[in-house]
């Protein structure tokens, strides 16, 4: 008898497996061996929270970090983040980081033959209110090449990372945009079998979010995992 | 009908951009209650070759065993000024290194109390989800730990950290005869 309540295994195909030959990193670095199964503890259903207190509220807009204005198209990507019951996660720490609007990142160990941009570092946080709402000010980032395969393009894309209530509910994933027409041929938004899941990596444009004169809005929520059923009672 | 949770994506290898403001490789300032430690390793992939972008997480519970997290619900006090949560990255060679201090016991299945231990997640270029695992102590209790338990005896020592003069090692291999055991925490 476990009297720790535990969290919900996902419905199948809807998360990636380690190993997806078509993304080629992954094959010297994913496990081989089955992992181990094994019950929930305490350690696993707690875990770190981050306060407002941390994050700056400036820290939201990505286009306000240096003396000028980055070059680019300005959007607000704004949403919830809740649980497979539809709760909230309040007060949660949501991450974020991307390239520029050329598709650069500001890393060294980016080489795309294409400009930084003094104005942008890409890198953003909030913590979620009450409601499990979030909202970043940023700019669209650019599609980019890279390595994996002939003329591989990664799609437009912002990395987001949250923890949510516990260690078991840590989750690192990516947004899309609408319409790209590099989604198809991108092994890392493919790497999941079930249509419908990884068409919910892709951002809906949004008019309510949208600012006049300022800035197209796309919405994204994100769904951490929920509680298992009732956990049974302690002895 | 329940939503379903997201899908995981890969951090990609410029997650220091956006997660480098919270790299933590230091968990217990002075003056925190325990046995200081020092642990360092290196995360090793399919080739044995360290893996520069690689980032390591840490939670754990206090000296006393426990965590500070509001479903600990132990008689036991949390420690102002200790939280337990470490980010590191791995360095050029595949490196990482933290100073904690080692947690005391917190209650397993069945009330059965685990050896001190502590949770890690592994992020890094080509995982499209993170590794879970755990960080044992060179310590008596690991023989009647729960979790270590279910861990085929073979495979056991991967997952307990070894003495070094100058502090405890334990790497992390993806893959071979020495791969680390990973738990499926149902992700």
């Known amino acids: ?235 | 009908m329940s939503l379903q949770a997201t899908t995981s994506q890969t951090v990609g290898p410029y997650f220091r951009i956006g997660l480098e403001w919270l790299y933590q490789d230091n968990l217990a300032d002075e003056g925190v209650e325990g046995e200081r430690v020092v642990i360092r390793g290196r995360v090793l992939d399919g080739d044995l070759v360290g893996v520069p972008d690689a980032m390591v997480e840490i939670w754990q519970a206090n000296s006393r065993g426990k965590y500070a997290h509001p479903a600990d619900t132990q008689q036991k006090l949390v420690e102002p000024g200790f939280q337990g949560y470490g980010r590191v990255p791995t360095d050029n060679n595949g490196a990482f290194r933290f100073i904690t201090i080692k947690p005391g016991p917190v209650p397993g299945p069945e009330g059965k109390d685990q050896a001190p231990h502590l949770v890690i997640s592994v992020f890094m270029r080509g995982l499209l989800k993170r590794l879970t695992t755990r960080m044992y102590f060179p310590d008596a209790r690991n023989a009647a730990d729960p979790i270590l338990n279910l861990v085929e005896p073979i495979r056991r020592s991967t997952l307990i950290a070894k003495c070094m003069p100058d502090a405890l090692k334990w790497d992390i291999v993806l893959q071979g005869p020495d791969e680390t055991v990973f738990f499926d925490l149902g992700l």
């Open chain 1, 1 to 235: 008898m476990n009297p720790v309540g535990g969290y919900r295994a996902p419905y199948p195909g809807t998360q990636p497996s380690h190993l997806h030959p078509p993304y080629v990193s992954s094959v010297k670095r994913s496990p081989t061996r089955p992992l181990v199964q094994i019950p929930y503890t305490l350690s696993e259903v707690t875990g770190p929270s981050f306060g407002s207190e941390l994050v700056s509220p400036t820290a939201c807009d990505l286009t306000r970090q240096h003396k000028g204005e980055p070059l680019g198209e300005r959007i607000v990507v704004s949403g919830r983040v809740i649980d497979e019951d539809s709760r909230p996660a309040a007060n949660t720490l949501v991450e974020i980081w991307q390239a520029n609007s050329a598709g650069r990142y500001r890393h060294e160990v980016d080489q795309h033959d294409a400009p930084l941009d003094p104005n942008f570092t890409g890198c953003g946080r909030a913590v979620t209110d009450s409601e499990g709402r979030y909202r970043f000010v940023t700019i669209r980032p650019g599609e980019y090449p890279w390595r994996n395969h002939h003329n591989a393009w990664r799609p437009a894309h912002i990395h987001f990372s949250l923890f949510g209530p516990a260690f078991a509910t840590r989750l690192v994933t990516q947004m899309f945009f609408p319409g790209d027409p590099l989604l198809p041929f991108d092994p890392i938004f493919n790497c999941t079998a079930d249509e419908k899941a990884r068409n919910r990596l892709i951002s809906v444009f949004d008019w309510e979010s949208t600012q006049p004169m300022q800035a197209l809005g796309y919405r994204f929520d994100i769904i951490l995992r929920g509680r298992d059923a009732t956990p049974m009672e302690t002895e």
